[in-house]
């Protein structure tokens, strides 16, 4: 018999090797996802913004987290697409259903960001 023992790390080895797979998700977003890219581009000088803004602590984790949101979104379509493409290549009402919703996931979270954005920033100008 070829019986497989999966062993499940516990303690301070699983959280090392999650950080681990953590990263690696990470690494491969930036380096093969465009949409990704664009998002991560827009994140980072609108995160060194929000700390310049004359708000309160309280608007700038919003804001920050608004834009996380939006990194966020983009993984879980991303994830979803990955799945639905190693599932099949083949055109199936479901698949596009799926690929639809994780689209529509990333919009949703673009106007999100964009509304708390709006609503913090446009009274200081």
């Known amino acids: 018999m070829n019986e497989k023992v999966v062993v499940k790390r516990t303690g301070l080895m699983r959280i090392i090797f999650t950080l681990k797979h953590s990263f ?14 664009q998002e991560l581009m827009l994140f980072i000088p609108l995160t ?3 700390f310049y803004l004359d708000i309160s602590p309280m608007h700038t984790m ?13 993984m879980v379509n991303t994830a979803i697409e990955a799945v639905v493409d190693r599932v099949g290549l083949e055109y199936h009402t479901l698949s ?3 690929k639809n919703i994780g689209s529509t996931l990333v919009t949703l979270s673009m106007i999100m960001a964009a509304m708390v954005w709006g609503v913090i920033v446009y009274p200081l100008f």
């Open 48 to 50: 060194v913004l929000a």
């Open 24 to 37: 690696n998700g990470l690494k491969w977003m930036v380096k093969h996802e465009a949409a990704f890219q």
């Open 96 to 98: 596009g259903v799926a």
């Open 62 to 74: 919003a804001l920050i987290l608004s834009m996380m949101f939006v990194l966020f979104a983009e």
